[in-house]
């Protein structure tokens, strides 16, 4: 299966030009028939010429990753808890070990809201219903063989129906109902508080 690469120049920041499939196994150094297909993207993009190594040098291949969540919540009389989760440590996971909300990459086929939904069965271990979308967030980093990725990350505020019988899945280690105060010191990403605000003023909004 090919990925989803973007081509984005580091001179104008995350400006992405196009979209085009290349193979993970061929990712840079570049096999010469992708060489000349870059070239000739590059050319019908740039509204002015340059040399190919000088295209080259200025542009990086970009892989994309789509992921989605849930930001669950329930009451319990006027007060509000929300879902966190540890993740488990194993050979495979180099994130954050700390608290965060569920969320895991979109499989192939899968839309963003049924990503979402199996992501909280899979990882917080509960069925929960989606009340909105959150804005996407998008992160660049580099990944474990150097290769730049560009990730999109869509949070739903989703509301707790059940617990599933089978709990949470392998990936999880732990997972903790927390008061808006206890989530924010317990989680570790700065756009999740920050999304946890957002979610906070969603409820109370349709609560007014």
Excluded: H
């Excluded at 085009?20 to 870059?38: D, I, K, M």
């Excluded at 505020?157 to 808006?180: H, N, P, R």
Aim: a positive charge.
């Amino acid at each position: 299966m090919g990925a989803r690469f973007e081509l984005a120049c580091p001179q104008s920041g995350p400006k992405v030009f196009e979209t085009w499939q290349l193979n993970r196994s061929c990712t840079p150094p570049l096999c010469a028939r992708q060489e000349s297909n870059l070239y000739q993207l590059l050319r019908k993009q740039l509204l002015y010429p340059l040399s190919y190594e000088r295209q080259y040098a200025n542009f990086t291949i970009v892989r994309r990753e789509f992921s989605a969540g849930g930001i669950v919540y329930q009451k319990q009389g006027v007060q509000i808890l929300w879902l966190v989760r540890k993740p488990a440590a194993n050979a495979g996971y180099r994130g954050n070990l700390g608290w965060s909300f569920p969320k895991g990459l979109v499989d192939e086929g899968e839309k963003l809201d049924q990503a979402a939904v199996r992501e909280v069965r899979e990882e917080g271990g509960v069925e929960a219903k989606i009340i909105t979308k959150l804005p996407t967030l998008k992160i660049f980093f580099t990944g474990q063989n150097g290769e730049k990725v560009m990730k999109f990350v869509t949070y739903f505020v989703m509301e707790y129906t059940k617990d599933l019988s089978e709990g949470f899945g392998w990936e999880t280690a732990e997972t903790k109902w927390a008061t808006s105060e206890e989530a924010q010191n317990l989680l570790v990403y700065k756009n999740e508080k920050e999304l946890l605000q957002k979610a906070t003023e969603v409820i109370k909004s349709a609560d007014a």
